[in-house]
């Protein structure tokens, strides 16, 4: 019986699919014990004995791979494998395989629930209240404000239509995608994507590249602007996003990723005006079965020497 490593204690935790479907092909399949992700060291000692590895947002690097002598596919549970080395897993005989499309709906309903908290202060007098105060906070109305959208995919795409709705201008940047896929979105350059009154990420990080937004594009962001990063922390220098937010420059922000998780002691915990949610983009009921059912899938598919609905490598 091959066994596939389970590495988050998130997978099939909404829906018992997910599992059935590993147990009917006959795979033993073992998740962490505690409710968090299983620890590196506790992985690299495990791993050698897994034909597949189902994986979260741990970083899956040549390391792993000479540890793990029977592996045939690592599986990401959630869209984006960017934690995992690609080129490291080629020259292992390694599949990837990945769950596209499965929590774009929940991360979209979160970007625009950040906007909303943060357009109107909503957790900051839900403070002041239980406090004992009785602020009257104003805020900003989003009908009539532009939404410029950096990444324009399934997630992008939802966050556009509920701003739409809500009567938002929206513009998008997306340099992957050809002019036509945009629909009645307008396509823009980067520079004026980012001179929005709401500027929304929605793409993944290069490792060990330089973030996206450096200081100097943050700076040139539209005066009383709001940023959101609901994508990856690498995206956005967070040192320069709080000191631009305790400035004025940036009116608000809402992050759901960091540079490092937890944040520890990133300069946003200490800034003005922002809501912080702890990379929980695709944590829905639903997203979390979709996510599991698709990845189980994937795996069955590379064990039973079929060709993955969806593969990175």
């Not at 189902?54 to 549970?77: M, S, W």
Request: glycine share 10%.
């Amino acid at each position: 019986m091959s066994l596939t490593l389970i590495t988050t204690p998130t997978f099939g935790r909404f829906s018992n699919e997910p599992w059935e479907l590993l147990r009917a092909a006959g795979v033993r399949a073992e998740r962490p014990r505690e409710d968090v992700p299983l620890p590196r060291a506790d992985l690299l000692a495990r791993v050698h004995e897994a034909e597949a590895l189902i994986v979260g947002l741990d970083p899956i690097d040549n390391e792993v791979f000479e540890a793990a002598p029977r592996l045939k596919v690592v599986a990401k549970h959630g869209v984006g494998y960017d934690n995992i080395d690609l080129d490291a897993a080629r020259e292992h005989g390694v599949r990837v395989v990945y769950a596209p499309g499965s929590n774009s709906r929940a991360v979209a309903e979160l970007t625009f629930g950040l906007l909303l908290d943060v357009a109107r202060g909503i957790s900051a007098n839900d403070r002041a209240v239980r406090a004992g105060g009785w602020p009257k906070t104003f805020g900003v109305e989003l009908a009539g404000r532009r939404l410029g959208i950096v990444g324009f995919g399934r997630i992008g795409r939802h966050v556009a239509e509920y701003a739409t709705a809500f009567g938002m201008d929206v513009i998008a940047h997306d340099p992957y995608l050809p002019t036509d896929a945009f629909g009645d979105v307008a396509s823009a350059d980067l520079d004026t994507t980012l001179d929005s009154d709401v500027v929304s990420l929605h793409l993944p990080a290069t490792p060990g590249a330089e973030p996206l937004l450096h200081r100097d594009r943050l700076t040139a962001m539209r005066p009383g602007s709001i940023l959101l990063n609901v994508a990856r922390g690498g995206l956005v220098d967070e040192h320069a996003a709080a000191e631009l937010l305790h400035g004025g420059h940036l009116a608000g922000a809402g992050f759901d990723a960091f540079a490092v998780e937890p944040p520890g002691d990133s300069p946003l915990l200490s800034a003005p005006n922002v809501v912080l949610t702890a990379h929980i983009g695709a944590c829905s009921r639903e997203a979390n079965r979709a996510m599991g059912v698709t990845v189980a899938e994937g795996v069955l598919a590379v064990l039973q020497g079929a060709e993955p609905r969806y593969s990175a490598a």
